[in-house]
Antibody
Framework: QVQLQQWGAGLVKPSETLSLTCAVYGGPFNVFYWTWIRQSPGKGLEWIGEIHHSGTTTYNPSLKSRVTISLDTSKNQVSLKLRSVTAADTAVYYC?????????????WGTGTTVTVSS | EVAMTQSPATLAVSPGERAALSCRASQNVSSNLAWYQQKPGQAPNLLIYGASTRATGVPARFSGSGSGTEFTLTISSLQSEDFALYYCQQYNNWPPITFGQGTRLEIK
């Protein structure tokens, strides 16, 4: 059974870059849409973006100018970088596995990383 | 962007009773809709995809229905472990993938 283990800094200063990594264990890596989603009390669940095993990415237009999602296929890892963060970026960040392009639901999730943006 | 609206925001139901949660899309999403359950401190867990197909391991008391813009998640006989937050998500028109704001199912 696939497991998604994620880690990264829990406290980030305003204007700096949020960085998170998600490792995939126990399942195929190169057929799914690896996804980042965040959850904050004010905005509920917000889709940040995804990367396909081919390396192609799609981002939420609301975050596109600040987001980079990348793959390390040698380690079965996916990374998220969110630049120029503000307090509004404070949230629990999840990595998740998206099933396919036409059936893009998330069938496996990481445990979540709480990120606080504060000086 | 497809806006997803869930109702009610909170639903109080007695154990053993039936619960019906609604989700409405701002435009036609066909049957490209999923439902998730989230318990405190945990990630969401996939319950239903394709509007009506139960995910692996999901009990038969959970059922999904609807297509187009109106969807319902029904829990036929509520168990104690079913009291949680529920979210719908559309994947017909993306980016972006969009979620409803959630329905909290409480014990009455």
């Amino acid at each position: 059974q696939v497991q998604l283990q994620q880690w990264g800094a829990g406290l980030v200063k305003p204007s700096e870059t949020l960085s998170l990594t998600c490792a995939v264990y126990g399942g195929p890596f190169n057929v799914f849409y690896w996804t980042w989603i965040r959850q904050s009390p004010g905005k509920g669940l917000e889709w940040i973006g995804e990367i396909h095993h081919s390396g192609t990415t799609t981002y939420n237009p609301s975050l596109k100018s600040r987001v980079t999602i990348s793959l390390d296929t040698s380690k079965n890892q996916v990374s998220l970088k969110l630049r120029s963060v503000t307090a509004a970026d404070t949230a629990v960040y999840y990595c998740a596995r998206g099933w396919s392009f036409y059936h893009y639901y998330m069938d496996s999730w990481g445990t979540g990383t709480t990120v606080t943006v504060s000086s | 962007e497809v806006a997803m609206t869930q109702s009610p925001a909170t639903l109080a139901v007695s154990p053993g009773e039936r619960a019906a949660l609604s989700c409405r899309a701002s435009q036609n999403v066909s049957s490209n809709l999923a439902w998730y359950q989230q318990k405190p401190g945990q990630a969401p867990n996939l319950l239903i995809y394709g509007a009506s197909t139960r995910a692996t391991g999901v009990p038969a008391r959970f059922s999904g229905s609807g297509s187009g813009t109106e969807f319902t998640l029904t829990i036929s006989s509520l168990q104690s472990e079913d009291f949680a937050l529920y979210y719908c998500q559309q994947y017909n028109n993306w980016p972006p993938i969009t979620f409803g704001q959630g329905t909290r199912l409480e014990i009455k």
